[in-house]
Every structure is written in C-alpha cells, then in structure tokens.
C-alpha cells in the first residue's frame, strides 16, 4: 500500500484531512469534530438513539431526499425553461429524447416520496412523545417544513405544463377564492368595501396572489417556478438547519429520561 | 365493465413478478422460523404458502382470463354495490377501533405476517381487475398504494414496542428503550447506517424511477376540464371534505386549523409521561386523538378522494367502471328550510319589499337563528359544560386559555365527522346557509 501511503502523507492530504484514519477511538472521536458534514452529529450517542426500530431513520431519509430533489432539480434547471411555448416540450423531451431524462422521474417520485417520509418521521416523533418539553419547538419547525415540503410538491406539480399539472393547480388554488374576507368568493368579502366599491375582486384576491392572473397561464407559471426553484427551498434550508441544529441543543434524540 | 381480453396480457408480467415475490418473501420467513427453535409448524405453513403463491404465479403469467386468479365477478360486483362513502368511513373507523382494542394480539409477528400476506394476495386478485388496476397502475397513485402499506408496517412497528413498554411500565420496571443505556461512538455505528439508508434509499429510488415513467399527459388547456378534475394526491382529503364543507372552511379554514392544532400540540399536551419511548397506557388520549385525526380524517380521506371518486366526485365501488353518466340524487336540504318550512311548516322569514339594510340583516339572522344557536351553543357553551364534566381534571391541569384552545380545536376537528353524520343520517346541507355574506356551513 504504498500509494495509499504516499497520498495519506502528502500535503495536500493532510491539508484536508487534520488526522490519520478514524481506525482507533481517538481518531473516531477527532473526526466527529473536525469534519465540516459530520460536526451536526454529536462524539457519541446513546445505543437506543439509533436503533433503526426506534427511528425509522425517516427524518435523515427525508434530508436525504431533500439532497436528491436538489441535485436532480439543478440539473433539470439547466434544460427546462418555464414559458408556455417550451415548458411542456422540454419535459417531452426529457422523456423521448434526451439523455439521462430519467433525472425527472428521480425528481418526481423522489418529491412524492419526501412527502411520505415527512408524514412519517413527524408520525414517529408523535408515538415516541418526542414532542414534549424540551423539544416543542422544534415540533413547531417541524411542522412549518412539513408545510413547506406540501408547498413544493404543489408548485413543482405545474410545471409540466400538462393537463394534469395546470388542472391539479387549479383545482388546489380555487381554494384561495374562498379565503373569509381576502378571497372574492369568500364570506364576508362584500363588507370590504371602500365608498361603495369593492375591495376584493377577482383581480386583487387570494387567488390572483397566488396565481399573478385570473387563472392558472404563463404568470403562474412563472409564479410557481420562481417559488419551487428559489423561494420555497432558501426558506427549507434555513429552517433544515435551525431544525438539526436545535436537535442538538435540546438534548439529542429523544429517549427515556 | 370492460372486456378482459388485452388487459390480462399487459398486466401478467407484473402479476406473475409479483406472486413470485410474495413467494421469495415467504420463503425467507420460513427459513428464518426453521432455524429458531420451536418455529417448525410455521415454517412449514409459510413454506406451504410460498408454494401456493408459486402456483398463482405461474397461472398469472398465463395471461388468459380462465387462468389468471381473480375475486370472482360475484363478490366484485357485491363490493361495488355495497361500498359507498357511509360504509367506507365507518368501516375504516370500526377496523381501526378493533386493530386498537386488540392490539396485543395482531402486534404478535405471526398474526401480523399473515395480515400483510392477505393484504398482498388481496390486492393482487384486485389488480386483475381492469377497472381496480387502471386507478391504482396511475403513476401518480402508485406512492398512496406504497404509503397504505409503509403505514400499516410502522404502526405495527411502533405498536409491537409500545405494547411492550406499556407492560413493563405495568409491571414497574422502565421502557426497554432505557435498557439499551450505554453509550457508542457516532462513528462508526451511526455514520455507517446513514450510509446504507442512502445507499438503499438511492438504489430504491432508482428502481422506481427505471420501472415506472413520470405521468405526462396532453399539453395543458384551459378549456378542457377532465372529469375528475383533482388536486394532486396529498390534498385529496382536502379535497373530499369539500363534499361536506364549502371551500373557506373546507380549504382554508380547516387546514389552516390543521396547521395551527398540530403547532399547538405540545403546548397543550401537559401529560408529562411517554417522552422519548413508545407508549400509549400512558398517553392514551393524546394518542387517539392524534391516530384519529391522522387516520380517519387525513389518510382514510386521501384514499377515498384518490381511489373511489370518480367523474363528477361521484362514489364509485373498487371495481366499478368510472363512467360519467352515473347519476346520483342530490336532496340536500338546508337546516332553516328543515326548521321553518319542515317542522313549522311556515315559509322562511324574509325582510318585506324595500326594507333598509338593517331590517334585512334582522330577517336573515331571524332565518338563520336555528344555525346560529346551534354553532352558538356548540362552541360557546359545550367548552365550559366540558370543562366541569368530562374534562374536569383536564380543566385543573391546563388553566383557562390552554384549556380553551385546545376545547375549540378539538370541537372544530369534530366538525367534519358531525357533518358527515348528518348529511347520512339527514341530508342536511348546510347548518348556516347565508349567501348574502356568502357564509355557507
């Protein structure tokens, strides 16, 4: 093994890597706290904190797929383009021509499944009672993810510019139109009124907020992408990382006291 | 009903791979009982299946309808003319109730096991059925099908522990996650496991995505609506509560009230008890309300929005052709209409020609008063009736604005199966029905 020698004492090696091999205790211990990916893990944990039937691991799949959705949303990025004259070709394309289009079907079961283990990290997190002090508020981060990771399921839902993309959203933002007061359709929005004319028209709505129209066109779309691309996953980043960091400050993986 | 022909020989392959698996699976089980001591008789058993499942695979991958197994047209055509929404809800409540009552037994390895291969054989005679494979083989249903048994697994899971930690507790001894105290370094026990989910995560997901194309369908129109017209499977719950509420409560409101409840949640739940092990003797109300709302009021609903409504929302039996034509009686009646013309036999109090606005507010409140009294009464009075009866010592532990969140939340997320209740039992449409203001409940 003298390559492997070589490289693990060259300069550039050990500039990365401050230790040798994490093999012994010491060295599994130093790597926990010099490396930048695996510092959000503590030195060492309790057995039962990781039991596989304790955890499920799905909060760490859901992150997974967070990564997977990121990586494969990138590089769907660099060949859509979010305009109804190219939109549902390109995404024809993906299927028919292009290589490596299965990055879209990666992208597309990978949201559906980010969805599930959501669901079921959070279902987790209720039937072992790890919600309970100290840890409430993270429950409540956790909750506001769970609505962000809807959110992105739902923009990213129309950007196919299919039958079943533009009607799934029309059907979900009609929702909008009914807001109590802000919607123009809701109840109570006929007492928003100023001198006798209406506040709240289809034109200045819930509704129209969402969508930037009357109805589900091209400035949703462009809505919606800005939104599923840029907006919605900066806002999951920061929540991500004030989630895992809290993990820590509030005492690790729950378990019996 | 569709002719069989065609179908059965596109669907053969997958059914044939399918029996075959349930065989492997089975096979294993029984590998593993054979060398633990004692287990013989269920070796044998699994054994006996696999060899059974061997033989359906072999007639699937046939491909001919004499051969291929399936539920007999019978007992399809008796499933669809029984289900309906009624039936559907209360047997998925009832099902759930037994699953809780008895959980100490179908948490038992065996018992579970042989639930999961009726639920799997269950659902492949299903799938030879063209009408049940062409909603369930949507690409975009296919991950509910996946989360029906992820859950069914969990649950079983998490209830086989909890069932054990709730009779140690019984006996005075701590939870068995206590037991596993002592401590290890995070490398390498846990970093390695992160990196077999990945990678297993990973080649999963890579399967899915070979095996199974993204759903593409027409480029988008604005005017042609499809019949079912749905939001995308996840707020199909959402969605079916609209057959009972209308959108501002249905689609703002409740999930709004979702949202905020389950915030809310741990600062409501004062029971100190059952943090970081799985129990439920010791937090039983917080673990049915959750299971309910989780269960009954979110999952059940997605799988009736997105496997048993059809054209027009209308309700169609698993096996049952989505025809449009289905026609189905709507007589719904409002509750004013109900207490003023039914029961008083009077017409409805309406304000005279040219009355002021104030007068007109007047009639439409006189109108409504059997509604408003109701809601009124429902969630003004029921919170401190509650408070002094069933929930006295709730009510002690809490303090007032704690125990009136949660009172209010908890008579709101009752809202919807009352609704449903007296849409069955009734036909009642809307308890408060004032289009003025566009207020409908």
New interface residues.
């Given amino acids: 093994m003298a390559i492997g020698e070589t490289i693990r004492n060259s300069q550039i090696w050990k500039s990365i890597f401050r230790h040798p091999m994490p093999l012994d205790r010491r060295n599994r211990i130093v790597v926990m706290l010099t490396n930048f990916f695996l510092h959000l893990h503590p030195v060492s944990i309790k057995k039962q904190g990781i039991a596989l039937s304790f955890t499920w691991c799905m909060g760490g799949v859901t992150f997974f797929l967070f990564l997977v959705e990121t990586v494969t949303g990138v590089l769907l990025m660099f060949y859509y383009r979010p305009t109804l004259e190219w939109a549902y070709n390109d995404i024809l394309a993906l299927r028919d021509v292009t290589s490596l289009g299965i990055l879209r079907e990666l992208h597309r079961w990978g949201a559906h499944a980010m969805v599930i283990t959501t669901w079921l990290h959070m279902y987790r997190v209720f039937l072992t009672g790890s919600y309970k002090p100290p840890r409430e508020f993270n429950w409540v981060i956790g909750v506001i993810l769970l609505l962000l990771t809807l959110l992105l399921s739902f923009t990213g839902y129309l950007l196919p510019w299919d039958q079943l993309a533009i009607w799934a959203i029309t059907v979900g933002s009609n929702m909008a139109r009914a807001t109590p007061f802000l919607g123009y359709e809701g109840p109570g929005q006929q007492l928003l009124t100023v001198g006798g004319i209406d506040m709240i028209t289809d034109a200045s709505d819930a509704r129209f907020g969402l969508l930037g129209a009357r109805f589900v066109g091209e400035e949703t779309l462009n809505r919606f992408y800005v939104l599923h691309c840029i907006a919605i996953p900066l806002a999951v980043a920061l929540l991500l990382a004030i989630h895992f960091w809290r993990v820590r400050k509030d005492g690790g993986i729950s378990g019996p006291l | 009903m569709h002719s069989n022909g065609f179908f059965l020989k596109d669907v053969a392959g997958f059914l044939g791979g399918y029996y075959s698996a349930i065989a492997i699976m089975n096979g294993i089980a029984a590998l593993i009982l054979w060398r633990k001591k004692g287990q013989v008789g269920w070796a044998l058993v699994w054994t006996a299946f696999a060899i059974a499942m061997m033989v359906l695979a072999s007639l699937a991958l046939s491909g001919s309808s004499a051969m291929v197994p399936a539920l007999p047209a019978a007992v399809r055509s008796a499933v669809n003319r029984l289900s309906g929404p009624v039936l559907y809800t209360l047997g998925t409540m009832a099902l759930l109730t037994v699953l809780f009552v008895f959980r100490t037994f179908f948490v038992k390895p065996m018992v579970a096991w042989s639930i999961l291969n009726a639920m799997l054989v269950l659902m492949g005679l299903s799938m030879a059925d063209e009408n049940f494979a062409s909603i369930v083989m949507k690409p975009?249903n296919v991950?509910i099908v996946?989360?029906v048994f992820?859950?069914a697994f969990?649950t079983w899971?998490?209830t086989k522990?909890?069932v054990v930690n709730d009779e140690r507790i019984a006996r005075g001894l701590?939870?068995m996650?206590?037991?596993?105290?002592?401590?290890?370094?995070?490398?390498?026990?846990?970093?390695y496991?992160?990196l077999i989910?990945?990678v297993a995560?990973?080649a999963f997901?890579?399967a899915?995505?070979?095996f199974?194309?993204?759903?593409?369908?027409?480029?988008?129109?604005?005017v042609?609506?499809?019949n079912p017209?749905?939001?995308?499977w996840?707020?199909l719950g959402?969605?079916e509560m609209l057959v009972y509420f209308?959108?501002?409560y249905?689609?703002?409101?409740l999930p709004s009230l979702v949202?905020f409840g389950?915030?809310a949640?741990?600062?409501l739940?004062f029971?100190?008890?059952?943090?970081?092990?799985?129990?439920i003797e010791e937090?039983k109300f917080s673990?049915l309300t959750?299971q309910f709302g989780?269960f009954v009021l979110w999952i059940t609903l997605i799988i009736l929005g997105t496997f048993l409504r059809g054209p027009n929302w209308n309700f169609f039996g698993p096996f049952e052709y989505w025809t449009p034509y289905k026609v189905e009686v709507l007589n719904n009646v409002d509750l004013p209409q109900m207490f003023w013309v039914n029961l008083l036999d009077r017409p409805l109090p309406k304000a005279p020609a040219g009355a002021s606005g104030l007068v007109q507010a007047g009639y439409v409140l006189l109108r409504e008063a059997p509604g408003l009294l109701v809601m009124g009464a429902y969630l003004l009075l029921l919170p401190p009736l509650l408070a002094v009866t069933v929930f006295r010592g709730f009510f002690a532990k809490m303090g007032l604005i704690r125990y009136m969140v949660m009172a209010n939340l908890m008579l709101l997320m009752l809202t919807l199966p009352i609704k449903m209740i007296l849409r069955w039992t009734f036909n009642l449409k809307y308890i408060i029905s004032?289009p003025?203001?566009?207020?409908?409940f």
Wanted: charged share 20%; hydrophobic share 40%; net charge negative.
């Fill in positions: 975009d991950p996946g989360l992820l859950l969990f899971l998490a522990q909890a701590p939870p996650e206590k037991e596993n105290d002592e401590k290890v370094l995070v490398w390498p026990d846990l970093v496991t992160e989910c990945m995560v990973t997901l890579l899915w995505a070979i199974l194309p993204a759903p593409l369908e027409e480029p988008a129109s604005s042609k609506t499809p017209s749905k939001a995308p996840y707020f959402l969605q209308d959108p501002w249905a689609g703002v409101v949202v389950l915030m949640m741990p600062y739940d029971n100190k008890r059952g943090n970081g092990y799985y129990s937090r673990y959750y989780f004032m003025e203001i566009s207020l409908n």
